[in-house]
């Protein structure tokens, strides 16, 4: 009898959530059309937190608050970014990337970390990333659990960045794949990506813009979506 009561009790709850959400909306974010739904409660219209985390305001659960943020955790030093998980796109309103593979490399003989990304045109004019503040290989950055940080550091490595990536022609919603090279001795792997983004350097002559006031990406490495 207890379970039955039990039972009644889950379905009541049901149809109270059932009432008290009046409808659901399609999300669309930054012109593109998202799985995940928006709810009008009351009148109110409810979007879920993935939404926020993609228009780059951190949310953080703690117990019965939820905390929302534009500047990224950790301190001051640490850039505020668009965060992502393993092969999920994150879009800046110019640019989609995601990052597809993370590997231990050989680089001239000594150990490194590979890193592929997609890198996919959001907007309808052929671009190239140098064009729109992407920063040179000394705005990548690998960091590890232990705090440690890695560049590209060989400048052979960095020339091949810069041609076949920053400075590659992207055409409206094409896509470049590439893999990231860090030289680096460290076994464990990286749990962060950094891209470096700086809106000042957009070229006003392009007709794009950014969505956000800060572009830069962030990739945990150690999680998946």
């Known amino acids: 009898m207890q379970r039955l009561f039990a039972w009644l009790a889950i ?3 049901g149809l109270v959530i059932a009432q008290t959400v009046q409808r659901q ?3 669309v974010i930054n012109g593109k059309a998202e799985s995940a739904k928006a709810i009008v409660v009351n009148g109110q219209n409810y979007v879920p ?8 305001i951190n949310a953080t659960v703690s117990g019965t608050t ?8 950790g301190g001051a030093e640490q850039r505020v970014s668009l965060e992502a998980c393993l092969n999920e796109f994150a879009f800046n309103g110019i640019w989609r990337m995601r990052v597809t593979k993370v ?6 003989g000594q150990k490194g970390w590979g890193v ?12 190239e990333p140098g064009q729109t503040g992407v920063l040179d290989a000394s705005g990548l950055t690998l960091a590890f659990a232990d705090g440690s940080t890695s560049g590209m550091g060989i400048s052979a490595i960095t020339r091949e960045y810069e041609n076949s990536l920053r400075n590659q022609r992207i055409a409206q919603g094409a896509s470049v794949i590439y893999q990231l090279k860090f030289d680096s001795p460290q076994t464990e792997a990286p749990t962060k990506l950094l891209v470096q983004i700086d809106p000042a350097r957009l070229q006003a002559s392009l007709g794009v813009r950014y969505s956000t006031p800060n572009p830069s990406f962030r990739f945990n490495l150690d999680c998946t979506r």
């Not at 937190?49 to 780059?56: K, Y």
């Not at 590997?103 to 001239?108: H, K, Q, R």
């Open 11 to 13: 379905i009541a709850l």
């Open 25 to 27: 909306l399609n999300l």
């Open 49 to 56: 937190v993935s939404a926020l985390r993609s228009l780059g």
């Open 66 to 73: 939820l905390t929302l943020t534009t500047a990224a955790p």
């Open 103 to 108: 590997e231990a490399i050989e680089i001239s």
């Open 116 to 127: 592929t990304v997609e890198v996919r045109n959001g907007t309808n004019r052929t671009l």
